[in-house]
């Protein structure tokens, strides 16, 4: 039987994979094993391999075989399969070569200027950069704009989070500030007191055990993954592959815990990817809001929960050979669950976290739309930071230098993190609904129904449908967050155990 | 300045090696960090880049190229790299692409049924498949041997050691033959006694913190690679993040540090390639007995020496913590060069190591002739080793099956490692001679002069001339076995330290 143009397609997207990941691989590399004076070369070899892909991806012929396959009786699979095809030849062929080409040497140069004037706290010395790469990066939504039939901004949206719409993530993130604004004073009138102290010290080598002991609780397979440690926590790899990194602060095991229980529920949505689909891109993960739904759901509906931490509590007393109240049940969610607003996102607690998010989506929202100068920034973001959290920064490295995304051309990245926390909450109450058990079981330690219904409805869907379409079919709704402001009441204000 | 021809095959040949230099990374990750389970999808991966650097360099386009550019005027730099482009080229086009894919596949099933065969000392049960993997590479010696206008054989061989004749080798073999038939007995009979007993045990962490110190006695700079662990100790990566392995015997630590030492001279030979061509194929290695000649030169000529375990001793004792006579210089240089016949070569003393070469490259010269069948290997392998050693192996676990090479597809490596001692006593014999107070340095443990020579005259040299030319630049004369003889008939038979 001669290849038809839809098997073609296959053969070439199966071989797009595996250059992308041999490029995860060499990336985990660079930020977890190899020596610093390789960078340079390094990144010449990531380039390299970057470039013979997006010439094997974004040249006519791809498009023809997708408009000849258009026409073909296929399953749901091949149709949603051709589809994210689509999707990635329109942002693959969009932009022009000379405009990668630019785009990657202004984020480059931005990047490393940005490392020295964030240890200044010195914006003007990083302004130019910036600047440069907002006006290329604006440029690349112009062109992928119209071919994707949204505005600049969603298109640049639409790399991290497919279908992401201001429309609909305008009023969703008013009415979260509005629920901020309504909740936190609410939340911290009753949080008396100071948090239970920190339970260190404890050497890193312990500190390690229990993380994988944690990873093991949660259905980390280790005969197809690792856990390392990096200067930045990542979760990276391959669905074959799957590699995480954490960092340990022996003076608090429980950050690199719950860091790794973060990455853990990354993890495992790539582990548990669609068998017969994950060499195309149908069978990966959906997006970056979907996958921060499951770091979320791990760490912030799960392992912080009331139920979890009564079993951790003991485990860490084992592990680590604590004694005295800081090291109960109560005192350990108390801690997990501390809510503090400040001026440093990756900190932050749940509630105060979203404010951080909004600020940032509404920033990078009105540069791309030239509604706000790169100049005017630090004084926006201040104006933002005291309007969403009644906190200013004194210096901008609190402030505007604080995140590598913009000065590293990650602009649309920002909203999946609070797209994601507000379907972990969706899909936590839909799992609890269906399996009325569910706290119970994590009481146990028992992670194996969370995660076998987060297999059937979520990790197994790869890209079987937008975000909301797979999150409707396992919750019966659309993204609501209604979900997620109910859980931050539940725990934050009606929970007798807290 | 339009591009001339040279020009666009340096920046062909550029991407090539940034290409190469990815898959060594993914090799090396492959051996030291990848789950296991991992192994398929990390072949599917480097089969890809590999296919990708295969269509590049092979096509009718880049021989054209090379035919204009011969035409063109260049520096000797720029002639010496356009001669290896060619070599390259002519090894990429002569195979056709079902060959190639014939023998990725059957070296791959040869391989694990190897493994299999290996553990039950069984050769019948790999038979068949060595049979396929042995045409299959003499087909592809034949597709090479009238462009390179050799034998199929030496063809074979040119891509480990260019320019590697059957002519030359033969009477080399036989003259190092009859030296080692001569030579043994008398060793043998001069070395009363048993070997000083081992010195562990020691943990493992102590190995590791007295081969990173050997090291860097030696020179490897850690900013720029790595040393890690792996089942096969080896040395990877790439000039620019030149990556090192050993493994640890906690009953002997001077194994993985002889180890270590190999494998620093190796890494020093590709931290030290021209700085300003290492991203040119003639910036890279010359050849693998060259490579080996790096290798041995550290190990077996310089950290072997009596000078040099005059250093090692106390710094032994001092690391690790021992006392007595075994700790002393004289015991340690004993049992760092006791000779005694063996079935492993892998485990061979340097005396009869060659013996275990040139056993394999007459089998393997002759089974890509025809004139060994495949069937008859074992029976031709304990005939040879009765000639050479005078012991025949109980088992073919410990004669023809102990090795992977063959099954793996590597036919023509082999005779790279005598190659490689013999020019390491010559260089080591000519870097005497320049300086004379070499020995003397060595027993300081300063490694300067002798890296310093390596790097002017082999390192720097990059595939700048033949193996033959670099050696006679380097040393005033071709390959000459009478060095290692008398470095063989110094060390064993006439020294007083001994």
Same sequence: chains 1, 2.
Avoid at 365 to 390: C, F, Q, T, Y
Avoid at 406 to 416: E, K, L, M, R
Wanted: one cysteine or more; proline letters at 6%.
């Amino acid at each position: 039987m001669p290849a038809n143009a839809y098997h073609k397609l296959e053969e070439l997207f199966a071989k797009l994979l595996r250059i992308e990941d041999a490029i995860a691989i060499l990336q985990w590399d660079a930020a977890v094993m190899m020596p610093k004076a390789s960078a340079p070369a390094r990144g010449e070899e990531i380039a390299t391999l970057k470039g013979l892909h997006h010439k094997l991806l974004a040249g006519p012929s791809v498009a023809s075989l997708i408009c000849k396959a258009n026409n073909l009786d296929m399953d749901d699979w091949q149709r949603a399969n051709l589809a994210e095809m689509s999707r990635q030849w329109i942002h693959a062929h969009a932009v022009p070569a000379r405009l990668i080409e630019a785009l990657a040497r202004a984020t480059s140069a931005c990047e490393m200027v940005w490392r020295e004037a964030r240890a200044r706290g010195d914006f003007k010395s990083v302004r130019k950069s910036l600047e440069k790469v907002v006006a290329l990066t604006r440029e690349a939504g112009e062109a992928k704009a119209e071919p994707l039939g949204v505005t600049p901004y969603e298109a640049l949206m639409d790399l991290y989070e497919p279908e992401a719409s201001e429309k609909r993530i305008d009023p969703l993130f008013a009415d979260l500030e509005a629920f901020i604004a309504q909740t936190l004073p609410r939340v911290l009138d009753r949080q008396k007191g100071a948090p239970p102290p920190a339970l260190g010290p404890v050497p890193e080598a312990r500190q390690k055990l229990l993380g994988r002991k944690l990873m093991e609780v949660i259905g980390f397979d280790f005969s197809k993954g690792r856990l390392d440690e990096s200067a930045h926590p990542f979760s990276g790899g391959t669905p074959y592959d799957v590699r995480i990194t954490t960092r340990y602060d022996e003076a608090e095991p429980l950050k690199s815990l719950m860091g790794v229980a973060h990455e853990t529920g990354h993890a495992l949505y790539e582990m548990n990817l669609p068998e017969a689909w994950r060499h195309q891109p149908v069978g990966r993960a959906r997006g970056m809001g979907m996958h921060e739904s499951q770091s979320l759901i791990v760490e912030m509906q799960a392992c912080r929960s009331v139920e979890f931490t009564r079993f951790l509590a003991p485990l860490l007393r084992d592990m680590l050979g604590g004694s005295g109240p800081e090291w109960q049940a109560d005192a350990l969610l108390r801690r997990l669950t501390w809510v503090s607003p400040g001026f440093i996102r990756v900190d932050a607690d749940e509630l105060t976290y979203s404010a951080h998010v909004i600020l940032r989506y509404r920033l990078e929202r009105d540069m791309i739309r030239g509604a706000l100068k790169v100049s005017d920034l630090p004084e926006a973001w201040n104006e933002g930071m005291r309007r969403l959290l009644n906190i200013v920064p004194a210096s901008d490295a609190q402030g505007c230098l604080q995140d590598i995304h913009w000065y590293d051309g990650a602009i649309g990245y920002f909203p999946s993190y609070t797209l994601g926390a507000l379907a972990a909450a969706q899909l936590f109450q839909a799992a609890g609904k269906a399996m009325p058990d569910l706290r119970g079981k994590l009481e146990q330690g028992d992670f194996s129904p969370l995660m076998t219904w987060l297999k059937t409805h979520v990790h197994g869907q790869g890209c079987k449908g937008s975000s909301d379409e797979i999150l409707e079919r396992a919750t019966g709704h659309p993204l609501d967050a209604g979900f997620f402001k109910a859980h931050i009441e539940q725990r934050y204000l009606n929970s007798d155990n807290y």
